[in-house]
């Protein structure tokens, strides 16, 4: 069994910053490629970002610039950093573990959080 546990979401204006943090426990899935995806209020999941277990680095074009995907696998963890924050950013965000196929669909991931949610006033 695999647990995640993302906190680090809240309340920022536009132009803020927030790091989400993911804390992965069970089965050692911190060696897969982890992802971020969002989901806003009557849209569907949406792809973020992903490292990949040699640290390479995938996002979708909106956040390229702005934000940053790490990982620390000694504390299991996995951190989105998130600059430059504007209100369409507002969504759930929830990590999870690739498990094969592309990065970008929510569909290849296993092992979902329970979200923290990220709201950027204008």
């Known amino acids: 069994q695999v647990q995640l546990v993302e906190s680090g979401g809240g309340l920022v204006q536009a132009g803020g910053s927030l790091r989400l943090s993911c804390v992965a426990s069970?089965?050692?899935?911190?060696?897969?490629?982890m992802g971020w995806f969002r989901q806003a209020p009557g849209k569907e999941r949406e792809f973020v970002a992903t490292i990949n277990w040699s640290s390479s680095t995938f996002y979708t074009d909106s956040v390229k610039g702005r934000f940053t995907i790490s990982r620390d696998n000694a504390k299991n963890t996995v951190y989105l950093q998130m600059n430059s924050l504007k209100p369409e950013d507002t969504a759930v965000y929830y990590c999870s573990a690739h498990n094969a196929g592309s990065y970008y669909r929510a569909s290849n991931y296993d092992y979902w959080g329970q979200g923290t949610q990220v709201t950027v006033a204008s």
């Open positions: 069970g089965r050692t899935v911190i060696y897969n490629a």
